[in-house]
């Protein structure tokens, strides 16, 4: 009988760490309440352009524009000490033209638009290089980015 309770919980075990990892990739909706981790705004108000770094934890910061998050990514432990970038499970963003959350890495992000989003010129997240040219045609917009080509030196052009 202890064998199998023995086995029980290392199963339990197994089982809640496999759920949790993969719990902690997993947008988690905004509530009314959450704010900016970078600037306090409530994030609510900008579905539109919500972003967010979730961590392997299962915590999270959430953002009302891809600027604030690439802000907080390339200076976490400004705003939230004890966290690195090896600690993140995913980062989210909301995609333009469907506003369908997807994964930050795998969207195309332009600069100097004519769109702007909450707190001014925005890097804005479009799915594809097609949706980015089209965006850039309509919009204007100084150049396309992968999230690995923006850095922090960016922000201070």
Known sequence: MYNFF?????????FFLFAHDCLAEEFIVP???????VCGMFVYKYGNW??????KDGTYAVFESPKEMFMYYFDIS???KGKTRDDIAAIFVTEYYTTTVMNAKDVLFVSGSDVHG???????????K??????????GGA????FKDI?????EE
């Open 6 to 14: 023995k086995s029980v919980s290392f199963i339990s075990i197994c």
């Open 31 to 37: 509530s009314r309440k959450d704010k900016c981790s």
């Open 50 to 55: 919500t972003s967010e770094i979730v961590f």
């Open 78 to 80: 400004r705003y939230n």
């Open 118 to 128: 909450p707190m001014g010129e925005e890097l804005v997240p479009v799915d594809g």
């Open 130 to 139: 097609e949706r980015a040219f089209v965006f850039r045609s309509d919009h």
């Open 143 to 146: 150049r396309i980015l992968k």
């Open 151 to 155: 850095t922090p030196d960016f922000f």
